[in-house]
């Protein structure tokens, strides 16, 4: 029988890379992998959930964390693992802020 909610994954259980990122207090709220299918390629793309604002025009956008989980990912996976991944998406965390 099939649980109706999938349990929370425990830190051991995720990937070196998503390991190293959630080491980025104050900056990472979650990440996750994605995966798309474009003809015969299965493309996956890292997600990360930033806990600021991404529009670069806002008071609370940060590009020097932008540039610290970049950097982050891309030491990890070219030092740490064999993993490959074909894109880094970073999304700010959804909130439910109106907009004019």
């Known amino acids: 029988m099939m649980a109706d909610r999938p349990e929370p994954v425990s830190k051991s259980e995720v990937s070196i890379v998503r390991r190293a990122l959630a080491q980025l207090s104050g900056v990472v709220s979650r990440t996750w992998f994605e995966w798309t299918i474009e003809g015969n390629n299965q493309v996956k793309t890292l997600v990360v959930e930033v806990i600021f ?3 670069p025009s806002s ?5 020097v964390a932008l540039e610290r989980i970049e950097r982050v990912a891309r030491e990890t996976l070219t030092d740490r693992t064999t993993m490959i991944v074909s894109r880094l998406k970073i999304v700010p965390r959804s909130t439910t802020i109106p907009v004019d």
């Open 53 to 55: 604002d991404t529009d």
């Open 59 to 63: 008071s609370g956008f940060d590009p």
